[in-house]
């Protein structure tokens, strides 16, 4: 049982190949920026708008390379099933009292769990429920 | 400018243009390989994502055998080690009625699904004989969610390991496309182990959770096999009110116990409702109410097929009141919203009794889906 509630670790691989690909493309457009800067900083004649180019193109293939690692890590991170909140709702069966608890091992639905203390009446388990995690969250459509 | 300037100059001009060379080169050869290898790489790379679902899916299966082995061992107390049993469970096939000849089907397809129930509750009971009724009920939940991950595993195991054989790109495809809806199904699934293994109300149960509020403190009695039934007076209308026998994780019987009350009642009954879960579109919300007609039972077919026989024979209208969930939902704990769902369903039941009935009416109104963690 224990190992349920903790045991959410999954075996994780990283794309090996796709890391790579971009750990190439992040060292080679640092390459070509640190080309690029250093011909333009040497250079004091004409085809500046070149090296403008080049630094440019270099900059944008190293913010793409860095977004897509990025989003890469975040995708692993989404991939663990979600820890959820349980939640059972305990209230009386005559009057208007109610609580809330974690839930227990053996709870279900319409389980008596005792005396009210306001009326002495019977408690009962209302309803046993997950939190939702996106609460909230506005739809477009 | 000196001399020396110029020199550096022109080297560096020349090495740009070499390096453009290069880049060029480069450009021309990656465009020949793509066109050429294109569907290839295009392949290979499918593949791999397919591995990364497949070893994701293994771990699914192994935790769902685990967790299967061990609530045996704990709640069972079984004298020998259960391990190879659950293996051999986890194994288990149905073998579906021939349909060539449909005459009769679902009595065959019935008799089939029960052999099978009472097959795998048996063996559960031979591997806990120490767990009580409600909890037999849930481990066999546990079991078949453990055979469902085992088998969805093995058919896309099946299908890649045929993709890399033939590297074919339509078999890849096949199951490349469909991997995201069985992501999502096993996810389901292994949120499904936890709420069965402890026993919690699961979104399914909403049907049974209706039947349960309106039934409560009256009494009951079984039906038909797991099924309960308890009369209740619902605005001076008598009110059958039908579910599954919780709190253990249980489906009953709906259809066979709306055919004995009405065959008890020789068909003098003014309306059946039936409350269900049903799967939501994306976009609508969860929790939803929606009314139809029909009879709203999922499953194999059986219970949908009786009652809407025994409703056609004695012309008793079908009502259906849906409670939209989604699809990952319908097996894991029940979510705050399908609660909220529960008091709107049964608002609709009492207009839907008191528009289309008279005082002194009978009424069917049966709650369908898994009981598990619901009592009555
Ligand atoms: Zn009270």
Redesign the interface.
């Known amino acids: 049982?224990v190992?349920?509630m903790e045991?959410e670790k999954?075996?994780r691989?990283t794309?090996i190949?796709l890391t790579v690909v971009i750990l190439a493309m992040l060292i080679m457009s640092l390459i070509a920026l640190f080309?690029a800067i250093r011909?333009s900083l040497?250079?004091r004649?004409i085809e500046i708008e070149a090296d403008i180019v080049n630094i440019i193109l270099s900059v944008s293939a190293l913010s793409l390379s860095v977004y897509l690692l990025l989003q890469m890590r975040r995708r692993t991170m989404a991939?663990g099933?979600?820890k959820?909140r349980?939640v059972t709702v305990i209230k009386c069966?005559s009057c208007g009292y109610g609580s809330t608890r974690e839930?227990e091992?053996?709870?279900?639905?319409?389980?008596e769990v005792g005396q009210c203390p306001r009326c002495n009446g019977t408690l009962l388990i209302h309803?046993?429920?997950?939190?939702?995690k996106q609460e909230g969250k506005k739809?477009k459509? | 400018m000196s001399l020396e300037a110029l020199s550096l100059n022109i080297q560096q001009g020349n090495l740009q243009d070499n390096v453009g060379w290069i880049f060029q080169a480069i450009w021309l050869l990656a465009f020949i390989i793509i066109w050429i290898y294109g569907q290839r790489i295009q392949t290979i790379l499918m593949l791999k994502e397919i591995e990364g679902s497949l070893y994701r899916l293994k771990a699914m299966r192994d935790r769902g055998r685990q967790i299967a082995i061990s609530t045996i061992r704990e709640i069972g107390k079984p004298s020998e080690d259960p391990t190879p049993r659950v293996d051999r469970l986890l194994e288990h096939v149905d073998i579906e009625p021939v349909g060539l000849d449909p005459t009769g089907i679902i009595r065959r397809l019935e008799h089939i699904i029960s052999v099978r129930e009472f097959k795998l509750k048996d063996e559960v009971r031979r591997m806990a004989p120490q767990a009580d009724e409600v909890q037999l009920n849930n481990l066999t939940n546990v079991l078949e969610v453990a055979l469902a991950l085992n088998q969805i595993y093995k058919v896309v195991r099946h299908y890649y390991l045929m993709g890399k054989k033939t590297l074919s790109f339509y078999i890849i495809l096949q199951i490349q496309m469909l991997l995201p809806l069985i992501m999502k199904e096993s996810e389901a699934f292994v949120n499904a182990l936890r709420a069965f293994t402890l026993g919690q109300p699961i979104g399914d149960g909403v049907g049974a959770l209706v039947a349960a509020r309106l039934m409560y403190g009256r009494e009951k009695r079984l039906i038909a096999h797991d099924t309960v039934v308890s009369e209740v007076d619902i605005d001076g209308r008598k009110a059958y009110v039908i579910k599954a026998k919780g709190p253990g994780g249980n489906v009953g019987k709906p259809g066979e116990a709306i055919k004995q009350i009405l065959e008890e009642k020789e068909g003098r009954v003014a309306l059946i409702i039936i409350v269900d879960a049903a799967q939501k579109l994306e976009g609508e919300r969860s929790g939803e109410v929606v009314e139809g007609v029909g009879a709203a039972i999922g499953g194999p077919g059986v219970d949908k097929y009786k009652v809407e026989e025994v409703a056609a024979k004695y012309n008793v209208p079908l009502s259906a009141i849906l409670i939209k969930e989604d699809v990952d939902d319908v097996i894991s704990t029940m979510r705050k919203e399908i609660i909220d769902g529960v008091e709107e369903a049964i608002n609709r039941i009492k207009r839907l009794i008191h528009e289309n009935t008279k005082e002194g009416d009978t009424v069917i109104i049966a709650g369908v889906g898994n009981t598990i963690g619901i009592a009555q």
């Open positions: 049982m190992m349920i045991g999954e075996t691989r794309p190949l080309i011909s040497t250079r004649t991939l099933l979600d959820t349980v069966a839930f091992k053996g709870d279900y639905v319409l389980r309803s046993i429920f997950r939190e939702s739809e459509f």
